[in-house]
T-cell receptor, first 115, second 111 residues
Framework: NAGVMQNPRHLVRRRGQEARLRCSPMKGHSHVYWYRQLPEEGLKFMVY????????ESGMPKERFSAEFPKEGPSILRIQQVVRGDSAAYFC?????????????FGPGTRLTVL | EDQVTQSPEALRLQEGESSSLNCSYTVSGLRGLFWYRQDPGKGPEFLFTLYSAGEEKEKERLKATLTKKESFLHITAPKPEDSATYLCAVQAGGGAQKLVFGQGTRLTINP
């Protein structure tokens, strides 16, 4: 049973370009979460999505960041006009349901470097 | 605001030397406390979920316990392959699904 898949694993962008990070949840999971890990910092929640719905985006920066989880295909985290401060590891997690304390399983992450 | 503090930041042990990692938390209505292991360059790997004070869970050389204010991850007779960063996270009540993570404890086991 394949785990959470993320691609690309490494992404290099120049300032001002767009970054698109993809996440395919575990089989049977319909809930996706995005977290960001800045250098020397802990994991920070960004957004929680179900198919075609954003449920909680309280951790998402107000500008340049967006996320979607379409009916078909992976979840996408999109960062427009990237800046050096966006350099971080971005992790996706999935769970089978939103039941209380349902385990979130993490993917390997996408390491974004902004030059 | 929900907060998680882990200590120590880093811990270096000799192989076979048992110890404990601490996770202190303040949260409005705990739904679950999670322990993950993270190796360099990889995503967090799930270890345990604890739901209520007094609960304990074990897996190989690891044992997690929970009180109303903190959780401990006890590691017994560790091996070099137990070297990793151990992350603690809480999920609060009120319907929020997000996990709030601590900074982690970087554990190194020397042979």
């Amino acid at each position: 049973n394949a785990g959470v898949m993320q691609n690309p694993r490494h992404l290099v962008r120049r300032r001002g370009q767009e970054a698109r990070l993809r996440c395919s949840p575990m089989k049977g999971h319909s809930h996706v979460y995005w977290y960001r890990q800045l250098p020397e910092e802990g994991l920070k929640f960004m957004v929680y999505l179900q198919k075609e719905n954003i449920i909680d985006e309280s951790g998402m920066p107000k500008e340049r960041f967006s996320a979607e989880f379409p009916k078909e295909g992976p979840s996408i985290l999109r960062i427009q006009q990237v800046v050096r401060g966006d350099s971080a590891a971005y992790f996706c997690a999935s769970s089978p349901s939103p039941q209380p304390a349902d385990t979130q399983y993490f993917g390997p992450g996408t390491r974004l470097t902004v030059l | 605001e929900d907060q998680v503090t882990q200590s120590p930041e880093a811990l270096r042990l000799q192989e076979g030397e048992s110890s404990s990692l601490n996770c202190s938390y303040t949260v409005s209505g705990l739904r679950g406390l999670f322990w993950y292991r993270q190796d360099p360059g990889k995503g967090p790997e799930f270890l345990f979920t604890l739901y209520s004070a007094g609960e304990e869970k074990e897996k190989e050389r690891l044992k997690a316990t929970l009180t109303k204010k903190e959780s401990f991850l006890h590691i017994t007779a560790p091996k070099p392959e137990d070297s990793a960063t151990y992350l603690c996270a809480v999920q609060a009540g009120g319907g929020a699904q997000k996990l709030v993570f601590g900074q982690g404890t970087r554990l190194t086991i020397n042979p």
